[in-house]
């Protein structure tokens, strides 16, 4: 484990941890904040480049585009990206470059839905507005996500699945919230060695967006979806993340021969956006591995 990691998760276990997750009353407080903007921010220096359009959906929620620099090719197909933030945050600027260094490295354009985030808004109405997303993207496309996102976008995929639409080309699923509930027992166990999520918060912010469903309902827990028809995926977890019991459970389930796993050693949740030596590894591995799907 790298110094820079050991930091960030010092980080994350006196000051982060403490304001969210740490207990239900501590994330009470997290779910009634202010949220932040959803807008790209165009200080970022490598999306500063890009063409960034938008377009806002009958629902109200709104989804940019970001497309390669103007004169050089974009390639056909697209890429949906969905955001983390445990339901609540809004799009942070670490999702924004990920997503600027995806569009760089794949030549494609990369579809950013800004849904609403708890406690106002719910699961049902964000699936909805991903189902609208996968309609206008271009085929063939790739699902994403990160830590909420990247549940609400295999969620989202199932749903599709179901209503008969065209697989995506494949799912990367960064540090995936699979159980709203986080039922399994091993997650109490993981608990002690995260430095960022705390069970009781989670939980209490997951039946928050669960709002209407129950806790084992696909839409808010995928795990318990439908499985067997996935495109192949690929899962990036940290063994001191709370979700990783869930990501090696999906990756039993799914099996080997369709879903790559990569757990890593000391990492903490969302490793792959952090600025730390082995995010910087993992971000550039499943960068590369998008980019080598979409031009099969």
């Known amino acids: 484990m790298s110094w820079q990691m050991r930091a960030v998760a010092a980080y994350a276990r006196f000051l982060r941890k403490p304001r969210s997750y740490a207990s239900s009353r501590s994330a009470e407080r997290f779910l009634h904040r202010p949220k932040g903007s959803g807008e790209p921010p165009v200080r970022l220096p490598n999306l500063r480049r890009h063409q960034i359009t938008s377009r806002t959906f009958s629902s109200g929620f709104k989804s940019y585009l970001v497309s390669p620099p103007f004169g050089e090719e974009r390639l056909p197909g697209s890429i949906i ?8 945050s809004e799009i942070h600027l670490e999702h924004w470059s990920l997503i600027a260094e995806i569009t ?6 990369v579809h950013v839905p800004i849904y609403g985030l708890a406690p106002k808004h719910s699961a049902i109405e964000a699936v909805r507005f991903i189902q609208e997303v996968i309609e206008m993207a271009e ?16 969620a989202s995929t199932q749903v599709w699945l179901a ?5 995506p080309c ?15 027992p091993a997650a109490v166990e993981v608990a002690a060695s995260d430095p ?6 989670a939980r209490h912010v997951g039946r928050n967006w669960a709002r209407g469903l129950a806790l084992n309902d696909p839409q808010v827990s995928p795990i318990f979806g439908r499985l067997d028809n996935l495109p192949n995926m690929e899962i990036y977890v940290g063994d001191r993340d709370l979700f ?22 000391g990492a903490i949740h969302v490793y792959p956006l952090l600025p730390v030596p082995e995010g910087r590894r993992s971000r550039s591995q499943l960068i590369s591995s998008i980019a080598g799907v979409m031009s099969e």
Not at 170 to 184: F, N, Y
Not at 244 to 265: A, I, K, Q, S, T
């Open 196 to 201: 960022w999520l705390g069970i009781e918060g």
């Open 81 to 88: 990206y969905v955001h983390g933030g445990g339901y609540v």
């Open 139 to 154: 085929p063939p496309f790739y699902l994403l996500g990160d830590s909420a996102g990247a549940g609400l976008a295999l």
């Open 104 to 109: 760089d490295a794949t030549k494609r354009a």
């Open 163 to 167: 209503r008969g639409g065209t697989p």
């Open 170 to 184: 494949g799912l990367t699923l960064i540090s995936p919230w699979l159980d709203i509930g986080l039922s399994d």
């Open 244 to 265: 990783m019991p869930d990501c090696r459970r999906l990756y039993e389930l799914v099996g080997r021969e369709r879903c790559v796993y990569h757990e890593e050693p």
